[in-house]
């Protein structure tokens, strides 16, 4: 009887040994049910590949939507002023601005649009563009001025850059601007 008893026990404590190990196995291995989060980050694959981003961010460090734009062999990122509030402030008090960086001012309708320079810092070039794209007018504006600088049609768009951008990129009155909203 003893004999039979050591047999079993040593069954039992073998039994129980091995279910130890599964059960390590399963807690290791993410299984068992559990919710490791771990355990899912191993487990789930993404539908398509991933590749690192590379287009440009679509809104500025200033919270303003930025369209791409086309003006002859140059692309211009433009922040999008198409709101009373955000047409009224414009590029006021802004100390630089990048190369290649603008400011379009979008209108509901075609209008007449008249611009001025209160506390903005930096020398800008605005081109006055009709509803296909077409540059009509550019006209340089000083820092710091008020005198006005309009449009002398009405006109559902104007582009501010840094002054001389346009002639330095030989942008010209006549030439298109493509991408617009």
């Known amino acids: 009887m003893q004999d039979l008893f050591r047999r079993n026990m ?3 404590a073998g039994a129980s040994a091995i279910s130890i190990f599964i059960v390590f196995l399963l807690v290791s291995c993410g299984g068992g049910g559990g919710s490791d989060s771990t355990a899912t980050q191993q487990t789930t694959t993404p539908s398509s590949p991933t590749t690192p981003s590379t287009s440009t961010p ?11 734009l086309q003006a002859g062999t140059q692309t211009i990122s433009a922040e999008i ?10 590029l006021m008090y802004r100390t630089s601005m990048g190369e290649n960086e603008g400011m379009l ?30 540059i009509i007018s550019i006209d340089d504006m000083e820092p710091q ?28 009155p006549g030439s298109k601007i493509t991408g617009l909203p």
């Open 105 to 134: 001012f979008v209108f509901s309708e075609a209008t007449s649009i008249c611009m001025w320079m209160q506390n903005t810092y930096i020398p800008l070039s605005i081109a006055f563009i009709d509803q296909d794209g077409t």
């Open 10 to 12: 040593t069954g039992i």
């Open 58 to 68: 679509t809104t500025s460090s200033y919270g303003l939507a930025i369209v791409q």
């Open 145 to 172: 001025t008020e005198q006005e600088h309009c449009s002398t049609k009405l006109l559902p768009y104007a582009l501010e850059m840094n002054q001389g951008w346009f002639s330095k990129n030989n942008v010209l």
């Open 81 to 90: 002023a198409d709101t009373e509030a955000v047409r009224e402030k414009g």
